[in-house]
């Protein structure tokens, strides 16, 4: 988006909670808004009326509020940029949960596309990459922790040999097997091989330039509504079961 037409973070916080909240309930009220941002109704009023006139949200006085199909694209935007960050910062930083949540909500306003794009691709590689990995993040973890820095980078070099080893003696003994995603596990991580077929979900993934490779992780499984949760390039995705058998992965297996 031009730098001229982009909402300021104010206001790019007042449409990432409207987006949560008609996630959570298909509709949001001023109220609901008011409650979640700990803002008065005045305040509320003035960036609903705004956002209105931007044409990103359907309003009016006393009535439900909805993303414009205009609106949910560039809420999207931000929720992903918010999570990329966090995801950085808790699993490459080693960052506490909540400080990473504080810090992502103020570097989401700022961050360019091609470094939101650079982070997905660098937390990737840490979850898959054959030299360390999460081992290489431990080792990061004891160098920020202890005052022998050079203890710290012994050690970290010497658990991410012993990793790779490890990992190459299990690719060269297992056969790569691909499952589909009604088969993933809660919290396991697998690389896309390919999608299935044409339709919606093919175009959407597209969309949201989710290709072969990328990562994906499950996150939860809705039993009563028949859909699975998933996670990918900082998208959270609610897939219906029509979908499941659609989507190939391979096992990313630990080491």
């Not at 409207?18 to 008065?40: L, T």
């Not at 499952?179 to 969309?207: N, P, W, Y």
Request: proline share 3%.
């Amino acid at each position: 988006m031009p730098k001229s037409k982009r909402l300021s973070a104010n206001m790019e916080d007042y449409l990432e909670t409207i987006y949560h909240i008609v996630s959570e309930k298909k509709a949001a009220r001023a109220k609901d808004i008011a409650v979640r941002m700990a803002v008065n109704s005045a305040s509320v009023t003035g960036a609903l009326r705004l956002l209105a006139e931007k044409g990103h949200i359907n309003y009016a006085p006393y009535d439900v509020i909805t993303l414009t199909p205009r609106g949910e694209i560039l809420a999207r935007d931000i929720v992903r940029r918010h999570e990329i960050l966090k995801d950085f910062f808790t699993k490459v930083l080693d960052v506490d949960e909540q400080e990473a949540e504080d810090t992502a909500c103020k570097m989401e306003h700022a961050v360019s596309p091609t470094i939101i794009d650079r982070l997905v691709r660098f937390v990737e590689f840490i979850q898959i990459c054959p030299r360390g990995g999460e081992e290489w993040i431990g080792g990061f973890r004891q160098f920020c922790e202890k005052d022998n820095a050079l203890s710290g980078c012994e050690n970290a070099i010497t658990r991410c040999l012993d990793d790779l080893k490890k990992r190459q003696r299990h690719f060269q003994q297992a056969k790569r097997e691909t499952i589909t995603l009604e088969s993933l596990e809660s919290g396991q991580i697998a690389r896309l091989v390919r999608v299935k077929g044409k339709g919606t979900l093919v175009d959407k993934l597209k969309e949201l330039d989710i290709t072969p490779g990328s990562i994906i992780e499950l996150e939860e499984v809705e039993a009563a509504d028949d859909r699975i949760n998933i996670k990918v390039r900082g998208y959270h995705l609610s897939l219906r079961r029509d979908d499941f058998s659609k989507i190939e992965l391979e096992i990313i297996q630990p080491a």
